[in-house]
């Protein structure tokens, strides 16, 4: 089993930045593809950006990108989200998730093909 702890969320205004975490213990996931989801009130969870677990390959939403940045430390065992240029758009509930790789350039943009997933972090962007 893998559990993943998000943190760094928070308030910010409109144009400001924030780092969030995505720390896994139970195992190592260098072999596990990286994701960062979010959920609006009165929203369906979308994606936002996925990282390889070899680390060189990355997507996002487009409504992100540009802004967003999403990157590992396999050493670490943690993921993160830069994110930039934060928009009112953006407040939701961000969730880190983990899904078993098979190659090492796969990234997966759809929930079910995740197999863990945190609690998830606040950001709330004020305008």
């Known amino acids: 089993q893998v559990q993943l702890v998000e943190s760094g969320g928070g308030l910010v205004q409109a144009g400001g930045s924030l780092r969030l975490s995505c720390a896994a213990s139970?195992?190592?996931?260098?072999?596990?593809?990286m994701g960062w989801f979010r959920q609006a009130p009165e929203k369906e969870r979308e994606f936002v950006a996925g990282?390889?677990?070899?680390?060189?390959?990355?997507d996002y939403a487009d409504s992100v990108k540009g802004r967003f940045a999403i990157s590992r430390d396999n050493v670490k065992n943690t993921a993160y989200l830069q994110m930039n240029s934060l928009k009112p758009e953006d407040t939701a509930v961000y969730y880190c998730?983990?899904?078993?790789?098979?190659?090492?350039?796969?990234?997966?943009?759809?929930?079910?093909?995740?197999?863990?997933w945190g609690q998830g972090t606040q950001v709330t962007v004020s305008s």
């Open positions: 998730a983990a899904g078993r790789g098979r190659f090492s350039v796969q990234i997966y943009t759809t929930a079910p093909t995740y197999d863990f």
């Open positions: 139970g195992r190592t996931v260098s072999r596990f593809v």
């Open positions: 990282i390889s677990w070899g680390g060189g390959n990355t």
